[in-house]
Every structure is written in C-alpha cells, then in structure tokens.
C-alpha cells in the first residue's frame, strides 16, 4: 500500500514535469471490487537513464513496470483474487501507451522480453 500511496503522489508534479522531454505519463483505469473503474496518471522522469540503449531501456521498463502495477492496484481491494485479470490487463494496456510514447527501438525490445 506504501508503494501504490507514492506512486500516486506523482500526481502533483503534473503536466509540469513533462516539460523537459525526459517524462511519461503512466496511465491506467484501475478497477475496484465494487466495478467502478478509476483512471488515474503518474508522470513518470526518466532523465537519469537513455532509453534509447540496452542498459537504459531494460531500467527504464523496470521503472514503469513498477509504477504501472503499483497504479493499476492502488484502489481499495485492488490486489483482491477478484481483480487480478483487470489489474493485469490494466497494467500491460499503460506499458502498451509507454512504449509508443517513448518511441525506442531499445525500449520497445525490453517490453518485449518480458
């Protein structure tokens, strides 16, 4: 719960993030036990890492890996037995967006892998 707690506090950092071309924004409508479905965004910087090479897309992939899971099963009772199909698509449906948005060779490979 920690984990899903920080990634949505990314929130604030909002569009202005997004000014220094080295972001993405992780999106994903997230599911909950009552069948509502929440979308919600984290931007996600990556400055530090070059997706454009192995080393950086396989971190990079981790990175947003991470935070889309986390995303994806941040709603109340969203790691349920319930959910767990519409988590997971959830989940490969935001890495689907994040790999077009950063738009690699390198990156799209490392998703692939996986």
Do not use: H, W
């Amino acid at each position: 719960m920690k984990r899903a707690l920080a990634v949505i506090c990314f929130l604030a950092a909002g569009q202005a993030a997004l000014a220094d071309g080295r972001s993405v924004i992780v999106s994903g409508n997230t599911p909950t036990l009552g069948g509502d479905i929440v979308q919600k965004k984290v931007v996600v910087k990556y400055d530090d890492l070059n997706p454009a090479d192995k080393e950086g897309a396989t971190a990079l992939f981790n990175r947003i890996n991470l935070v889309a899971g986390a995303l994806c099963s941040s709603n109340s009772g969203g790691k349920s037995a319930l959910l767990t199909d519409k988590v997971e698509k959830c989940r490969k449906t935001a890495l689907d967006q994040v790999v077009k948005d950063v738009g690699t060779a390198e990156f799209s490979a490392a998703a692939s892998a996986r």
